[in-house]
């Protein structure tokens, strides 16, 4: 008997043990499952969109750059005339 209570106080009455169990076994498993899911597609998937937004936007802005003087004047004035039709 004395075995027993001293082994008890010894591993302070198992309390880090159950402690550990119920973070890992329980706390955990039933609140970071669904946080980690929730990351992991909706969060993720948010980032992967942005990221496909920027390179698709990127190459259509990409083809308008020809390096041409005249293409870039011409681009401004036809945003200067629709600027002036939509402020009337």
Request: net charge positive; hydrophobic share 50%; glycine share 6%.
């Amino acid at each position: 008997m004395w075995q027993s209570i001293h082994s008890l106080i010894e591993n302070r009455f198992y309390v880090d043990e159950f402690y550990l169990f119920v973070t890992r076994k329980i706390i955990f498993a039933r609140i970071a499952a669904p946080i980690a899911w929730f990351d992991r597609h909706v969060v993720d998937g948010f980032m992967n969109l942005c990221g496909r937004f920027t390179r698709v936007s990127g190459n259509k802005i990409g083809i308008a750059q020809t390096g041409q003087t005249q293409t870039y004047l011409a681009w401004m004035v036809l945003g200067l005339i629709l600027a002036i039709i939509f402020k009337w």
